[in-house]
């Protein structure tokens, strides 16, 4: 089946650039995303980037896709503390429901 | 973007009874929903896939008879869980795609005592 896979855990200073990085197995994914979650709160879209695709850029957000390695990345220029959170990248091929990463805790210091 | 309500936030109820969970998209029909839950510190794993107008799809290890899914309408699917035990408690969260996109309800955070 589907796998997709984050390391857990990433501290960073406040003012640096945060990459945080997401493997994924299934070579038909259409669709990637990033969402944010907040402690005990749902989850928030982020970005999302379609697989034709090699980088999208919002605002602080720059999302990098390797589809030849399966690999994602979500960088957050100028980390603040306000994004402290989990992040969880996700894939589907659009027909069913997404797939999830086990989410990386982001951690900014003061 | 679209809007995806679920209903209610939090709840605790006793062992043994039964909480239903509402899914609702806002602004936009959906035929498909999908329910997830979320234990503590981890990843959301899908539960089943609702379908209107039929019986919903059950991921391997949920049980049916005991989170009932009705998905009565283009824009309303609920999740029952029924003879709830402590066990239960988690985050169910629900999701709808529209378009590209899949938005997501609230969640709700669910106590079972």
């Known amino acids: 089946g589907e796998d997709v896979e984050q390391s857990l855990f990433l501290s960073v200073r406040e003012g640096d650039s945060s990459v945080i990085n997401c493997t994924y197995t299934d070579s038909s994914s259409t669709y990637l995303y990033w969402y944010k979650q907040e402690p005990g709160a749902g989850l928030q879209l982020l970005t999302y980037i379609f697989s034709n695709m090699d980088m999208k850029q919002d605002q602080r957000l720059t999302v990098l896709l390797n589809k030849k390695d399966k690999h994602l990345s979500l960088r957050i220029a100028d980390t603040q503390t306000g994004d402290s959170a989990i992040y969880f990248c996700a894939e589907t091929t659009g027909r069913r429901a997404l797939t999830f990463g086990s989410g990386t805790r982001l951690q900014v210091q003061p | 973007g679209a809007v995806v309500s679920q209903h209610p936030s939090r709840v605790i109820c006793k062992s043994g009874t039964s909480v239903k969970i509402e899914c609702r998209s806002l602004d936009f029909q959906a035929t498909t929903m999908f329910w997830y839950r979320q234990f503590p510190k981890q990843s959301l794993m899908l539960m089943a896939t609702?379908?209107?107008?039929?019986?919903?799809?059950?991921e391997q290890g949920v049980e049916k008879d005991k989170f009932l899914i009705n998905h009565a309408s283009l824009t309303l699917s609920t999740l029952t869980v029924t003879s709830a035990h402590p066990e239960d408690s988690s985050f169910y969260i629900c999701?709808?795609?529209?378009?590209?996109?899949?938005?997501f309800g609230q969640g709700t955070r669910l106590t079972v005592v």
């Open positions: 999701s709808a795609p529209a378009n590209t996109e899949a938005f």
């Open positions: 609702s379908n209107e107008g039929s019986k919903a799809t059950y």
